[in-house]
């Protein structure tokens, strides 16, 4: 079975720094592009950024350039979306999902992270 | 960014009905046209991809058309299970910009 499996939530505090990871299975996990959308509490999807692991060629949105980080390790299959520090506005959901043409194919399950102090 | 305008944001619909969602690119976009559902808590689902071609396992009651600046998804009769809300996704730009979205309730 294809499948995106994500870490756990997170509750961290402003100024904390966070890596989030996104595993893939059950296909070929460098030959597929790999992007991160967020969803902020009750709104819609923003797509943030996609990194194809074979090579680690990263592009971002330009509202989260800067912000996050995202890589890929493809030994292990994994993707990753970190930040240095968190503000309390980076309270959301976020999902990594497949994008094997111009699509969004397989998502995970999301990883809720909420910052508060 | 292309900015994509679903319509309407919101409607009521009973089981079996017809029910029509619109989006419009603010510009030319050929077919990269996407549409997604996503139920309360989940993450969202690939329905429709290039404007009209229906992923595997979507049921063929959904359908996409349209081209260049203005698409629609249909419900051919609405089934329970269908209520949710459903977003259009552009992918000829980068970066790939998302519809607000369209909830569908029960009337």
Known sequence: EVQLVQSAAEVKKPG?????????????????????????????????????????????SPSFQGQVTISADKSISTAYLQWRSLKAS???????????????????????????? | ????????????????????ITCRASQVISTYLNWYQQKPGKAPNLLIYAASSLQSGVPSRFSGSGSGTDFTLTISSL??????????????GTPPT??????????
Do not use: H
Request: proline content about 4%.
């Open chain 2, 1 to 20: 960014d292309i900015q994509m305008t679903q319509s309407p944001s919101s409607l009521s619909a009973s089981v079996g009905d017809r029910v029509s």
């Open chain 2, 98 to 107: 998302f519809g607000g979205g369209t909830k569908v309730e029960i009337k």
């Open chain 1, 90 to 117: 980076d309270t959301a959901m976020y999902y990594c999902a497949r994008q094997p043409e111009n699509a969004l194919d397989i998502w995970g399950q999301g990883t809720m992270v909420t910052v508060s102090s």
């Open chain 1, 16 to 60: 904390e720094s966070l890596k989030i990871s996104c595993k893939g299975s059950g296909y070929s996990f460098t030959s597929y592009w790999i992007g991160w959308v967020r969803q902020m509490p009750g709104k819609g999807l923003e797509w943030m950024g996609i990194i194809y692991p074979g090579d680690s060629d990263t592009r971002y």
């Open chain 2, 79 to 92: 089934q329970p299970e269908d209520f949710a809300t459903y977003y259009c996704q552009q992918s000829d």
